[in-house]
């Protein structure tokens, strides 16, 4: 049997408390965008080693398709996430190859370095002629649990309500992200068309107001 890829611990609740009335607070100061994959995206800390990154998830958010293809995904780095709200499933995706397996493998331009080259996070999408079979195993998280997912592995993250993340990017490279989509189908692009902010800025004020209850310091 494959060893599990997805590590997890707990953290302490005065922690989570702390984190939960931090964030709150950063919410309003940030900037936001929208990801296709049913989040909102900001940075904390951007340029730097270690990178940081509040994440936002609603089904509202989920742009139309992309969970039967776009949803899987690589990362070029190491990530370390702690669940300050909500839940959800980190499934991971292990691949073998095979050249009749119903998966394909594609590239995608990061969609910061797609922003700096066309002022769109859309980035280019292209087949790597790559096909694969799966397996899965499908690991569930709750609030107040931290998981690392390693970087070049394959995973879909399934938030089915109202969830905050707080992400550390770790070992970041400088290669393509990679996307596993059903063969012969379109991949459905997660920073395409992004809804607007009357559609968005609801999600984050909900957010924002259930973080600094549960926090404790809310006045």
């Known amino acids: 049997m494959t060893p599990p890829l997805?590590?997890?611990?707990?953290?302490?609740?005065?922690?989570?408390a702390y984190l939960r009335g931090l964030v709150a607070r950063l919410i309003p100061t940030l900037d936001w965008r929208h990801n296709g994959l049913g989040l909102m995206q900001a940075y904390v800390h951007e340029g730097v080693r270690r990178e940081l990154r509040v994440h936002v998830w609603d089904r509202s958010l989920h742009r139309p398709g992309i969970e039967r293809s776009g949803l899987l995904h690589d990362h070029r780095f190491d990530l370390r996430s702690t669940l300050?709200?909500?839940?959800?499933?980190?499934?991971?995706?292990?691949?073998?190859?095979?050249?009749?397996?119903?998966?394909?493998?594609?590239?995608?331009?990061?969609?910061?370095?797609?922003?700096?080259?066309?002022?769109?996070?859309?980035?280019?999408?292209?087949?790597?002629?790559?096909?694969?079979?799966?397996?899965?195993?499908?690991?569930?998280?709750?609030?107040?649990?931290?998981?690392?997912?390693?970087?070049?592995?394959?995973?879909?993250?399934?938030a089915h309500n109202l969830t905050v993340?707080?992400?550390?990017?770790?070992?970041?490279?400088?290669?393509?992200?990679?996307?596993?989509?059903?063969?012969?189908?379109?991949?459905?692009?997660?920073?395409?068309?992004?809804?607007?902010?009357?559609?968005?800025?609801p999600v984050l004020d909900q957010a924002q107001r259930l973080l600094l209850k549960l926090s404790g310091y809310e006045r």
């Open 84 to 158: 300050l709200l909500g839940d959800l499933v980190n499934v991971e995706y292990h691949l073998t190859p095979d050249p009749d397996g119903p998966y394909a493998l594609h590239s995608v331009v990061p969609a910061r370095k797609a922003f700096a080259m066309s002022g769109q996070h859309d980035g280019l999408v292209r087949d790597l002629g790559d096909r694969v079979s799966v397996t899965t195993r499908e690991v569930p998280l709750c609030a107040g649990d931290r998981y690392f997912f390693p970087k070049l592995q394959f995973h879909g993250t399934l």
């Open 165 to 201: 993340t707080l992400v550390e990017k770790l070992n970041q490279t400088d290669d393509l992200a990679r996307i596993l989509a059903p063969r012969d189908e379109p991949v459905v692009h997660a920073f395409a068309n992004p809804y607007s902010k009357d559609r968005t800025q």
């Open 6 to 16: 997805t590590q997890v611990s707990r953290i302490d609740p005065d922690e989570l």
